[in-house]
């Protein structure tokens, strides 16, 4: 039992730490996002530099052989700088495709341009009617020759307009919500028959809804096994929720600072308003969600090491059940004791609860997470 | 970082947990497992067996009979006896006066009373709470006022847990009326049986007597019993009510409700299905077993934590165990509640007297429900608890 940083963990959380300090205070955070593809090519390159891209890859493919504490690390700091760089899409998902079942062709067409940060990726996923459930799959991949047609619909890519190459997960035989069946393929954004319309998201990143259509890939473009992926797409999702996780605490942390700050300096009837007990209590509930969250977080990540995946699951669906119901309360709360401030684009604090409450939504909510937690016979 | 415990820990937890399963009296367990209450002589039976093996005291320095269990094996410890179920050991003596004793007490006090606590010749219960006094401890009045070699005790304590059976009391007394609240107040031992000590039952909602009102009237006490210094008995409560940090999340035990309410939620029928299979019921079920997943996580942060940072450094997450673990206690007898429906409420008279040895354990649901309103108020209210974090913690 043993829950500190080794020696190479600490020195990573203080080159991220070091990095955002330097490069990521909530000014430049704005001049990052104003950029056309909403985010700093600059700051992405210098991840690049400090060798953060290449963590999670082996080192035969010229990463770090990193494991699921250093990205927990990573995110953690990322969350509470609201980093916008598409690290999750690029590193962590689609990272994670090539990690776990890329080809040594695929990896070597793929992972070199990753760690250099001269190509970044986004996971079209996301369906109308899909929600949170991975194996409702409507986009369909139909066999062509050697290579594969696919046609479909997906929304909310994040990274969706700027990245090089879309993982996109599309059927290849069986019905709407069939577990077999789908297929997970690599398909270069500027492709034929590709069409992204691009917007802004609700917590300061871009992402697309993308249209395919007809587009034609060669063999090599689907990772792992095109008839059941399934798998391959839960591992990979359940890490990217994970790091969501840890990105959520990180982003709970510094709303806590933020407002604790706030009300030791803010005076109403001549006192700091930090004073009132109502505030107190309030400010220490939102200590208490924010510890049981980093709890969470840390089985999540651990449990990427479970050899049993069905523990493994449950854990993570606990996780995102607990720092789901924490992001809540911290991120309204944060607002609620800034008062009016706390409402103004100006303040910072807003966007850390306009972030916490995506993060929520993203890859399956508190709900749809308990429902998991339940349905595979409780986590005690 | 690794959650897992080492092999050595892990044959640690099997020992533990074998000696629990083949030592713990069955009808002892069985009262644990129905809520019922442990009396006086079952908890001078278990003790004795745990002080024949050498855990009676485990967390005491060796040489108080103590042994040199780490921090996670402690932890272990108590997980595995809660989870059995068997009896914590009485809290009073081993965990609240004993350390104060080994800790500030002359080498006399040490020589005549550790022992006692550890084998419970003496059951000890703890005079700190007033009628005025509860969250405001140090507004206590009770005094004690120096005559020769003497000291004269009048006053009044109140919520003095099982004091029916006890020997001796350990109290806060104010020694010095005219010392500003904290500085004016000593520790002084008291035998319960000194003249002019009268006892008297404070009936729960629940119907138990668990708690009492104990009564001061000119009780004559001997100055040598003394602990350490005269007006310093604050600094001896401080060091008391901050030693119960990890202990008080009471995990292991809300495993073992878990486990009760899992049973009691397979074989009641509701719709003519069992609860359990209830979707609703199973996600509020999901939705406990997260929280307490979580508080497991946390204890076992604050655990390895001081494992690093050594005894007597509170780790700012432990703050978070005292609130996450009574509102879980507190939902899962709610829980227990809501499974046993309308059969909750029939009244069994003989509930904690234990000459009703058939009695089916749905009896003690309510009364358990009524009564672990307590948890969220003892031991430092959760208010209490968020005051601390606010400014311990949050520097408010």
Known sequence: MDFDLSEEQRLLKDSVDGLLNDSYDFEQRKKYGAEKTGWSKTVWDKLAEQGLLGLPFAEADGGFGAGAVETMIVMQAFGRALVLEPYLPTVVIAGGFLRHAGSAAQKAAHIPGIIDGSKTFAFAQLEKNSRYDLNDVSTTAKKKGDGWVIDGEKFVVLNGEAADTLVVTARTKGGQTDRDGIGVFLVPRNAKGVTVKGYPTQDGMRAADITFTGVEVGTDAALGDPANGLPLIERVVDEARTALCAEAVGAMDESLKITVEYIKTRKQFGVPIGSFQSLQHRAADMFVFTEQARSMALLATMASDFDDAKERAASVAAAKVQVGKSLKFVGQQSIQLHGGIGMTMEASIGHYFKRLSIIESTFGDTDYHLRRASEAGGII | ?396
């Open chain 2, 1 to 396: 970082m690794d959650l897992s415990l080492t092999p050595e820990e892990q044959a640690f937890r099997e020992e533990v947990r074998a000696f629990f399963r083949d030592n713990v009296p069955a009808g002892i367990k069985k009262k644990l497992s129905e809520n019922r209450h442990t009396t006086k002589e079952d908890m001078v039976e278990w003790t004795r067996i745990l002080h024949k093996k050498g855990w009676a005291v485990p967390h005491w320095p060796k040489e108080y009979g103590g042994t040199d269990w780490t921090a996670v094996q402690q932890y272990i410890f108590n997980e595995e006896l809660q989870a059995t179920p068997a009896p914590p050991p009485l809290p009073f003596g081993v965990n609240m006066v004993g350390p104060v004793i080994y800790t500030f007490a002359n080498e006399a006090q040490k020589k005549h009373y550790l022992p006692r606590i550890a084998n419970l010749t003496d059951w000890w219960c703890q005079g700190f709470s007033e009628p005025g006094s509860g969250s405001d401890l140090a507004s206590l009045k009770t005094k004690a006022e120096r005559k020769g070699d003497k000291y004269i005790v009048n006053g009044q304590k109140t919520w003095t847990t099982l004091a029916q059976h006890a020997d001796w009391i350990f109290c806060l007394v104010r020694t010095d009326p005219a010392a500003k609240k904290q500085q004016g107040i000593s520790f002084l031992l008291i035998d319960m049986k000194s003249k002019g000590i009268t006892v008297r039952p404070i009936v729960t909602i629940d119907g138990g007597r668990e708690v009492n009102e104990v009564f001061f009237d000119d009780v004559e006490v001997p100055a040598e019993n003394l602990v350490g210094e005269e007006n310093k008995g604050w600094d001896y409560a401080k060091f008391l009510l901050g030693n119960e940090r990890t202990n008080i999340a009471r995990v292991g035990m809300s495993k073992e409700r878990l486990r009760r309410l899992r049973e009691l939620a397979s074989s009641t029928q509701a719709g003519g299905r069992p609860i359990i299979e209830d979707p609703k019921f199973r996600e509020k079920l999901a939705a406990v077993e997260v929280e307490l997943k979580a508080l497991e996580l946390t204890q076992m942060r604050v655990v390895a934590n001081e494992g690093k940072n050594g005894k007597g450094k509170p780790d700012p997450a432990s703050s978070v165990l005292k609130i996450k673990g009574s509102e879980i206690q507190q939902t899962l007898t709610e829980l227990m509640l809501e499974v046993a429906g309308p059969f909750a409420s029939p009244y069994d008279i003989h509930g904690d007297d234990n000459t009703n040895e058939t009695m089916d354990w749905i009896a003690q649901i309510a009364p358990t429900y009524f009564n672990y309103r307590k948890v969220s108020i003892y031991g430092g209210s959760n208010e209490i608890q968020r005051n601390i974090i606010s400014k311990a913690v949050l520097g408010l």
